[in-house]
């Protein structure tokens, strides 16, 4: 049976109420392909338009996202956060932007959501402050790369 779907198979939040509280992380990824003329504005890990500095923003972006995911996904709990890192790594050579959040918390239920959510929203935020310079950016890669607590942990071998 799906947890988000009760017997009636009505959508239902999980209750986690009997969960034990425990040390939560998830690091999530988010891979921006980049057209050539934003690609061609990177300069010392940042690039800047008319809008400001990119990464700056998307950072700032990724944690207000990753705070607010209860709000943005159904039947998601609230967690509070203890730390959320965005961590921008460009190739140039590729023409890539690897986007990385890493969250943390102590709670009864796991934090991937905020970990994808984080990635997401700044990678989103790179598009809308890019997208002036070519609309051609492409968000070609949101995924999990590892979380730990809870049942059981989970880890992207690469």
Known sequence: ML???DAQGKPTMVNVGEKPVTARTAH???VVSLPPELAALLKDGE????KGPVFHAAVLAGVMGAKHTG???PLCHPLPLEDCQIEIRSDPSRRDVAIHCRVQTHAKTGVEME???????AALTLYDMGKAVSPGIVIREIRLLEKTGGKRDYKVEE
């Open 3 to 5: 947890s988000h779907v």
């Open 28 to 30: 999530a990824v988010a």
């Open 47 to 50: 690039i800047n338009t008319k």
């Open 71 to 73: 709000d943005l996904i």
């Open 115 to 121: 970990a994808l959510t984080g990635a997401t929203i």
